[in-house]
């Protein structure tokens, strides 16, 4: 009785264990690669599998991660594993020196993402996945910024990310493998190469503080310019009103003076319509009046008269006299 019990014992175990071997478990965005008596079987996603055990069985897929050291150094761990991450992953590449098109040689230090969208592909079409990916990507890399001089690579950080992107797309579409993107870290120039640059940023610093400067004078001294102008033209503009007004002013007075002398002849021509002559006594009117002007004054003065004047004032004394009579 014994025997049989422990032979029923072992009998369980095995069962146990055969049939544990049997199940597989896969994680949310895992995939398993089964294969039977070593030939390519199915693909397991996320869930709950059985498999025959012993006749099917997971293949692995090696894998690089990178780990960093107690002092601080970064190495590459190779490890082998059935389970296949189908998550976006990124891979830092290591600072790699690169030669462009002038011949200048640069360090660019790169990081890729990428993602498995087909296990099948990933494990038989390729044998170590990130390795080639990286050797592609120094590669291309190359070939990219050799094509470019120095100040184009440093300006076209963009276009080198979407066309190296682009690149390894294509040429991992067979490993099963996405590229999602390629973003370039760090573009260090030869330490002689930066101290020039910087001496050119500061020169062309200093021109363009120089040129804003001159343009500031140069603003500056238009608008005073433009001031004065203005304000010459304002002046003149009312000096030339107030000579108008000025002028205005004259010529109405003038005016006045004009209407009321007409009026004043008016009246002593009416007066003198029937006692005289009013264009003589008028005439000899205006001889006094120049008269008195000439002879006014501190100097003596010797005026002659001419004859006609004479009779003139004669008629103009025979006038007064008619109106004394009166």
């Known amino acids: 009785m014994s025997g049989l019990f422990f032979f029923a014992i072992v009998c369980v175990f095995a069962v146990i264990i055969y049939i544990s071997k049997g199940i597989i478990i896969v994680q949310q965005q895992e995939a398993v690669i089964i294969q ?4 390519y079987t199915k693909t397991l996603m996320a869930g709950f599998h059985i498999i025959v055990p012993f006749i099917d069985a997971p293949r692995e897929m090696l894998k690089m991660t990178k780990q960093r050291t107690l002092d601080g150094r970064i190495y590459t ?7 296949i991450d189908l998550r976006e992953t990124v891979y ?3 600072r790699q020196n690169v030669i462009t098109k002038d011949n200048v040689t640069i360090s660019i230090n790169a990081l ?13 079409s390729i044998e170590n996945l ?12 190359r070939n990219l910024v050799g094509q470019l001089a120095l100040d184009e690579t440093l300006v ?3 276009l080198i990310n979407d066309k190296l992107r682009e690149i390894l797309d294509k040429a991992t579409d067979k490993w099963g493998v996405k ?20 001496k050119e940023k500061k020169a062309e610093q200093d021109r363009r503080a120089t040129i804003l400067e001159a343009e500031g004078i140069k603003k500056s001294a238009i608008l005073q310019a433009e001031g004065e102008k203005m304000a010459a033209i304002n002046k003149a503009e009312g000096e030339k009103q107030a000579e108008i007004l000025r002028a205005e002013g004259i010529a109405q007075a003038r005016i006045i003076e004009a209407d009321a002398e007409r009026e004043a002849i008016h009246r002593i021509i009416d007066a003198l319509a029937d006692k005289g002559k009013p264009d003589q006594y008028l005439i000899a009117m205006k001889y006094l009046e120049t008269l008195n002007a000439i002879t006014s004054g501190e100097n003596n003065k010797v005026v002659y008269m001419p004859y006609e004047a004479t009779g003139i004032l004669s008629s103009v004394d025979g006038i007064k006299q008619m109106f004394d009579k009166q």
């Open 92 to 94: 830092d590449f290591p």
């Open 112 to 124: 890729l993402y990428f993602q498995i969208i087909d296990a099948r592909k990933a494990v038989y």
């Open 156 to 158: 076209s950080r963009d």
């Open 179 to 198: 590229i999602n993107r390629v973003e370039l870290q760090d573009i260090v120039p030869p330490a002689s190469i930066q101290s020039a640059m910087e």
């Open 77 to 83: 761990a190779v490890t082998y594993s059935p389970r």
């Open 130 to 141: 990130p390795e080639a990916i990286e050797k592609l990507t120094q590669t291309n890399l």
């Open 36 to 39: 039977r008596l070593g030939q």
